[in-house]
């Protein structure tokens, strides 16, 4: 069974930075792109960031570009958010998502999200 | 960057009745138009891909439709546990983009 576990969301100021963590299992990690999307509070879904299966290729929304940064580990079955810089508006519930092989933008399997909150 | 419109905003209707709701590209986006379900406090869940493909255990109530600008996702006869909200998203253009929405409640 395909599962993604997101963490690492939590409070920060603006400015601050947050990394997301995403653990994935029941697949061959090394053969999917994975994706993060984020959902800010009673609003809905945006496309943050998607990452190549083998990591060499990785695109990002025009919001987050030059602020975020995707990357995954395949010894840890890890995908990663590297958020620096971060605004009221990054507020939002962050979920991790698998796409297919091929299709890196189906999005397959999601993790549970993780809140991340911007406020002072 | 495709903008994805969805309608109705919002779609009340009574179990048992059938459910057609509409998701219009500011360009063809061939067949790369996925739906997806939400419920509250859920992550999503992907019902549809490439336009009309049901994913793996998605009742054979749910159905998609249509090419480059105009797609339809029906749902036969609607059970208690399809009242959510609905997504669509394209995947033939970055930046991948999804639609506003469209809440299916209970009449």
């Known amino acids: 069974e395909v599962q993604l576990l997101d963490s690492g969301g939590g409070l920060v100021q603006p400015g601050g930075s947050l990394r997301l963590s995403c653990v994935a299992s029941g697949f061959t990690f090394s053969s999917y792109g994975l994706t993060w999307v984020r959902q800010a509070p009673g609003k809905g879904l945006e496309w943050v960031s998607t990452?190549?299966?083998?990591?060499?290729?990785?695109f990002y929304a025009d919001s987050v570009r030059g602020r975020f940064t995707i990357s995954r580990d395949s010894f840890k079955n890890t995908l990663y958010l590297q958020m620096n810089s971060l605004r009221a508006e990054d507020t939002a519930v962050y979920y991790c998502?698998?796409?297919?092989?091929?299709?890196?933008?189906?999005?397959?399997?999601w993790g549970q999200g993780t809140l991340v909150t911007v406020s002072s | 960057e495709i903008v994805l419109t969805q309608s109705p905003a919002t779609l009340s209707l009574s179990p048992g009745e059938r459910a057609t709701l509409s998701c219009r590209a500011s360009q063809s986006v061939s067949s790369s138009l996925a739906w997806y379900q939400q419920k509250p406090g859920q992550a999503p869940r992907l019902l549809i891909y490439?336009?009309?493909n049901r994913a793996t255990g998605i009742p054979a109530r749910f159905s998609g439709s249509g090419s480059g600008t105009d797609f339809t996702l029906t749902i036969s006869s609607l059970e208690p546990e399809d009242f959510a909200v609905y997504y669509c998203q394209q995947r033939r253009i970055w930046p991948i983009t999804f639609g506003q929405g469209t809440r299916l409640e209970i009449k």
């Open positions: 998502a698998r796409g297919g092989s091929t299709d890196y933008n189906n999005y397959y399997s």
């Open positions: 490439d336009a009309s």
């Open positions: 990452i190549s299966s083998s990591g060499g290729t990785t």
